[in-house]
């Protein structure tokens, strides 16, 4: 049965100090929605603000998007979790998770959305390695997220080659799950999410995508960083794998349901 | 002095210590039972050093001090556990209170935009948005 077709959509970019990089990302979205581009007639962007320091809230504010200033840094996970908080209270029928720096086109949001509405998903991931585009990792960092993408290919049950995307879209049957229960860890916004989606039954899949280099700011891995990447990817993993079926998740969903 | 003397004035000192920081509101009473209650049994085998004795006897431990050595880990181990557990707590609730505060702040906005009829720095919408939906326009079309 295929999902009735996204009227509301809510793109959230959480940004971190991402003064330099965010003008570019919401200019070119908001020449996007002045078009015929494939996006809902209501696409709305909200910026969250993780705690910057720099001038981030006011060059969202200047372009006049909506924004969720965080008083403190709380990660991409705390990020996302008040904009899908957000989203859920104010009726949208999904989000789309846009990062600030400017490596998701979101030129590629439509073919999200087609794939949600084609497959009945109410997760769908832009994956880069898919056959779009360019991007490549190397060393310990490949290593880990095919990994990743292989375990967590058989927790969706569905073939998922990139899983740890930050391009995401989340469909109105995951934003009740996700305002309530987004988690925080390193990693958690990403390989601990799509297990809380599957464990909830909820179906995920994925369409391929180019990235691009980002705009600017500076990149947040280094070699060393990517073998400590692949150890806590892995403990990560394990963890949320071993992790029991959270009755805390169900009451906290109840509770964000009932406001 | 003997070893047990020494241990005696110790625990005395900690559980001074302990009942000042209590006294000046500086901890609270759950983290300080833990802290009391190893002062206090510090004070029993310094008072009676043959109830270590008998203990490290009956356990099979060969030199009594080295139960004391070990009772004084597994209690230290157990605390820092028992910290991280409450410190991931408040990371959870300080995290949560940070978005509602976000979340919170953004409302007003609205709010403060509608009531003057002005776009202060937010686009054109309803002081409660939950109730009326379709309040945030998109906001760069005119």
Do not use: C
Not at chain 1, 16 to 37: C, F, I, K, Q
Not at chain 1, 201 to 209: H, N
Not at chain 2, 96 to 114: M, P, S, Y
Request: overall charge neutral; charged content about 20%; hydrophobic content about 50%.
């Amino acid at each position: 049965m295929p999902t009735d077709p996204v009227t509301r959509l809510l793109v959230v970019i959480p940004a971190w100090n991402e003064e330099l990089a965010l003008p570019g990302v919401l200019d070119e979205l908001a020449e996007l929605r002045g078009t015929a581009s494939g996006l809902p007639p209501r696409t709305d962007v909200l910026v969250v603000s993780d705690g910057s320091r720099d001038r981030t809230v006011e060059v969202a504010r200047e372009r006049g998007v909506a924004v969720l200033d965080l008083p403190i840094n709380l990660g991409v996970g705390g990020a996302m979790r008040a904009g899908f908080k957000y989203a859920y209270r104010r009726g949208y029928d999904a989000v789309v998770q846009l990062d600030a720096d400017g490596q998701h086109d979101p030129r590629a949001i439509p073919d999200l959305l087609a794939a949600a509405a084609e497959q009945d998903a109410d997760v769908v991931i832009g994956a880069r390695f898919a056959g779009a585009g360019t991007y490549t990792a190397r060393g310990p960092r490949r290593a880990a997220m095919r990994v990743l993408s292989v375990v967590l290919s058989r927790v969706a049950r569905t073939r998922l080659t990139d899983t740890t995307s930050g391009f995401k879209l989340a469909g109105s049957r995951a934003l009740p799950l996700f305002a309530a229960d987004y988690p925080a860890e390193y990693l958690g916004d990403t390989v601990e999410s799509l297990v809380l989606a599957s464990r909830a039954g909820l179906r995920i899949t994925q369409v391929p995508v180019a990235m691009r280099p980002r705009q600017g700011g500076r990149p947040s891995h280094g070699p060393l960083r990517a073998a400590i990447f692949l150890l806590r990817a892995m403990l990560a993993l394990v963890i949320a794998l071993s992790r029991p079926r959270s009755r805390q998740t169900q009451t906290r969903v109840a509770e964000e349901g009932a406001r | 002095m003997s070893v047990y003397a020494t241990a005696l004035g110790i625990s005395f000192l900690t559980v001074a210590a302990i009942v000042f920081l209590m006294r000046s509101r500086r901890i609270r009473e759950k983290y300080a039972a833990a802290w009391i209650l190893l002062a206090v049994a510090v004070v029993v085998v310094g008072v009676f050093p043959d109830v270590l004795a008998t203990v490290a006897r009956f356990l099979g431990v060969q030199t009594p001090i080295n139960l004391l050595f070990l009772v004084g880990v597994v209690i230290l181990l157990v605390v820092s556990v028992q910290f991280s557990v409450e410190i991931s707590k408040l990371e959870e609730e300080t995290r949560t209170l940070a978005e509602e505060v976000a979340l919170l702040r953004r409302d007003l906005e609205d709010g403060l935009a509608a009531a003057t009829g002005r776009d202060a720095a937010a686009p054109p919408s309803t002081p409660t948005p939950a109730d009326a939906p379709d309040a945030d326009a998109p906001p760069d079309q005119p």
